[in-house]
C-alpha cells in the first residue's frame, strides 16, 4: 500500500527567483495491486509525485510511505518505466532489460536468463542483440518495460510511457501491458495525459490539478477485469471518459 | 541447426551487428548465433557493419566471394586520381613559378626518398616523439579525468569554466618562454609544451561529452538504486567514452604541432632541427620532405585513433561530436 499524507514539493525555478510550487496537499492511497491513473494536464505535479514515489525527489512537506515504511530513496520494490524509454545507447536490448539486475549485482548468466525470459514476454524475441536506436518507438519502450518487469518489483511505477508512441502502437502497447499485468499483479501507478488510455487501463483515476498540484477528483473506473475487447461499446467507459472531459474542461478554464 | 542456409534463402532471418558478425577474411563474415552455429556472410558493404543484416542476403550456393567490387574500386581510383591531380598541380605551379620557395613534386619526392634512408631523419623523429608521446600521455592522463571531475561537478565547473575557456584560446606557444624558463632546454621542458598544447582540447572535450548523457538515463539508473560507484562505471564512463576518444584524437595533433612549435622556436633538436637545417642551406625540397613526413606521421597517428573510435564505440552515430 502506497500512502502520501499532505505531501508538498517546491522547486527554485530557472532564474532563481521565484518558486514553483508543484505539489501541495497531495493526499493519495494506493492499495496493493490497484492500477491506478493519474491524469490532469501539463506541469500539475504527475512526474514529480511519481518521483517522490520512486524516492528520487524528497518531499518538502507530508510524507510518503510505503507499506507504513516512509520512502528515503530508490527500493527494490518499485521499478519505474520512463517517458523517452531511457535506454542505453550503447547496450543490446539483452543488456539494457539486465540493467536494474546487473545494478543489483545479480550473476551475469542469471540476468541474462531472466532478461530473456522477459523479453520474450514483452514479444521482442529474436531483438536480443539489437541496440535501441534500431528499434522503433514501441520497440524501445516494449524493452523499458522488460527492464522494470526484470527487477519483479511489487509497484510499477509508469511515467507517460506510452505517450510518444503513435496511437495504433499504443493501443496494442495497452493490451500487452494489461496481459502482462494479468499473469503477474503488481501495484500500477501510470501518468497519463490521455483520458482514454487512464480509463481503458485503470481501476481507478485521479484527475490532478495544476499550480499547486493536488488530487482534484478520483473516479473508480469499475469496468471489468480483463478488460472485454469491445471496450468502447461499453456505457460505463463513455460515461467515464465524458465525465472525465468536463472536469478538466472546467480546470482549464 | 544444418537447414540454417535454406532457410536463410527464404525468409529474411535477420541477424544482428556488430556484435554478432565477425570479419574473418577479406569480404567473408562470420554470423554468431546464440545456437552453436556458423554462416559465412559476403558482400558487406561497410565495416564496421552497420543496421541489419539480413541473410537472405546469402547467396544460396556461396561461391566465388564478390565483394562490391564497383564501389571500392570506384573510391580507391577516384582516392588516386585526386591524388594524382594534386601532383600534377603541384609541378606545374613549381615549374611555372620557378622559385626557391617551391620545389617541384618530384624534387620533393627524391629529397624525401634520400631523406628516409638517412640516419638523420629516424633519429629526429626518435627525439621528437620521445617528447610528444609522453606529453601528450600526461596530458590525457590528467585531461580525462579532469574533464570527468568538471563535467560533472557542478561546482567545480561554475569555477574553472572561465579559466578553461581563456587556456582554450591562449596560443600554447605563448607559454613556451616561461617553460623553458622554467625547466631549461632538456627533454622535461619539450614534454611539458607538448603537454600544455593537449590537455586543454583533450579535458574540454572530455567535459562535453560527459555532458552529453542524456540525464533521464542518470534518473533511470538511480531508480534501479545505482550507487555513485555504479552510476560512474556504467553510466559515464560508458557514456564518455566516443568523447574521450574523440578528445584523444584532437589532442594527438595538437600534441604534434606543440612538439614541432617548440623545435622551431626555442629548442632545436629533433625534426625541428632538421626543419631549421634545409632552411639555413635554402634547401626547400628537403624542407618539404621533412614536413611530409610529419604530416604523414600525424595522420598515422590519427587514422591509429579513429581506428579505435570505431572499434570501442560502435553504437554512435554519424552526427555525434567528431
Excluded at chain 1, 531511457?86 to 542469471?110: C, D, K, M, Q
Aim: glycine share 8%.
Amino acid at each position: 500500500m502506497i500512502e502520501l499524507r499532505d505531501c508538498g514539493k517546491t522547486f527554485p525555478s530557472q532564474n532563481g527567483r521565484a518558486r514553483v510550487v508543484a505539489l501541495k496537499g497531495m493526499d493519495l492511497t494506493v492499495r496493493a495491486q490497484e492500477f491506478v491513473c493519474l491524469l490532469g494536464p501539463s506541469g500539475c505535479g504527475k512526474t514529480t509525485l511519481l518521483k517522490t514515489i520512486a524516492g528520487l525527489l524528497s518531499v518538502d512537506e507530508g510524507e510518503v510511505c510505503i507499506d507504513g515504511r516512509p520512502v528515503t530513496g530508490p527500493g527494490p520494490d518499485r521499478a519505474m518505466v520512463f517517458q523517452d524509454f531511457a535506454l542505453l545507447p550503447w547496450a543490446n536490448v539483452v543488456t539494457n532489460v539486465a540493467f536494474g539486475l546487473e545494478l543489483r549485482s545479480v550473476p551475469r548468466a542469471i540476468r541474462e536468463q531472466r532478461a530473456r525470459e522477459l523479453i520474450d514476454a514483452v514479444g521482442l524475441a529474436g531483438f536480443e542483440l539489437h541496440y535501441p536506436r534500431q528499434l522503433s518507438g514501441g520497440m524501445q519502450q516494449r524493452v523499458g518495460l522488460a527492464r522494470a518487469l526484470a527487477v519483479d518489483p511489487k509497484i510499477l511505477l509508469m511515467d507517460e510511457p506510452f505517450g510518444s508512441v503513435d496511437a495504433q502502437t499504443r493501443r496494442l502497447l495497452q493490451e500487452d501491458l494489461m496481459g502482462l499485468l494479468e499473469r503477474t499483479r503488481k501495484t500500477v501507478i501510470f501518468v497519463t495525459h490521455s483520458m482514454d488510455e487512464a480509463v481503458r487501463l485503470g481501476d481507478r483515476v485521479v484527475l490532478m490539478t495544476p499550480r499547486p498540484g493536488r488530487v482534484h477528483d478520483t473516479f473508480d473506473v469499475e469496468l471489468p477485469r480483463p478488460r472485454p475487447p469491445d471496450l468502447d461499446k461499453h456505457p460505463r467507459f463513455a460515461e467515464l471518459k465524458e465525465q472525465l472531459w468536463q472536469q478538466l474542461r472546467a480546470m482549464q478554464r | 541447426m544444418p537447414h540454417m542456409h535454406e532457410q536463410a534463402s527464404q525468409a529474411p532471418l535477420q541477424c544482428h551487428c556488430p556484435t554478432a558478425v565477425r570479419r574473418t577474411g577479406r569480404g567473408a563474415y562470420t554470423v554468431a548465433f546464440q545456437q552453436p552455429c556458423r554462416l559465412r556472410l559476403e558482400a558487406l558493404t561497410c565495416w564496421p557493419p552497420r543496421g541489419i543484416i539480413s541473410l537472405n542476403m546469402l547467396p544460396r550456393n556461396p561461391g566465388p566471394i564478390m565483394p562490391k567490387l564497383s564501389e571500392t574500386a570506384l573510391k580507391m581510383g577516384l582516392r588516386s586520381f585526386s591524388l594524382f591531380v594534386f601532383a600534377l598541380g603541384w609541378e606545374l605551379l613549381a615549374l611555372r613559378l620557378d622559385s626557391l620557395l617551391l620545389p617541384t613534386f618530384t624534387e620533393t619526392i627524391a629529397a624525401l626518398a634520400q631523406l628516409i634512408a638517412t640516419r638523420q631523419l629516424w633519429e629526429a623523429l626518435w627525439i621528437s616523439n620521445q617528447a610528444m608521446v609522453l606529453g601528450f600521455l600526461l596530458a590525457s592522463l590528467v585531461g580525462i579525468p579532469l574533464g570527468l571531475l568538471i563535467g560533472r561537478g557542478r561546482a567545480i565547473e561554475r569555477y574553472v569554466d572561465p579559466y578553461l575557456s581563456v587556456l582554450l584560446a591562449t596560443p600554447k606557444s605563448a607559454l613556451m618562454p616561461i617553460v623553458i624558463m622554467a625547466t631549461g632546454l632538456g627533454l622535461v621542458s619539450r614534454v611539458l609544451v607538448a603537454f600544455t598544447h593537449a590537455i586543454v582540447v583533450i579535458t574540454v572535450t572530455v567535459r562535453a561529452g560527459l555532458r552529453t548523457i542524456d540525464p533521464t538515463l542518470i534518473e533511470m539508473a538511480q531508480s534501479f538504486g545505482a550507487t555513485e560507484r555504479q552510476l560512474w562505471r556504467k553510466v559515464f564512463l560508458r557514456g564518455a567514452l566516443p568523447a574521450v576518444l574523440t578528445g584523444l584524437r584532437l589532442g594527438v595533433a595538437r600534441a604534434i604541432s606543440g612538439m614541432i612549435s617548440v623545435e622551431l622556436l626555442l629548442v632545436a633538436v629533433g625534426i625541428g632541427r632538421l626543419i631549421l637545417n634545409f632552411q639555413g642551406t635554402f634547401d626547400a625540397a628537403g624542407l618539404y620532405a621533412t614536413v611530409s613526413v610529419v604530416l604523414a606521421e600525424a595522420l598515422l597517428l590519427l587514422q591509429v585513433v579513429s581506428w579505435l573510435d570505431r572499434r570501442m564505440a560502435p553504437w554512435r552515430r554519424e552526427r555525434d561530436i567528431r
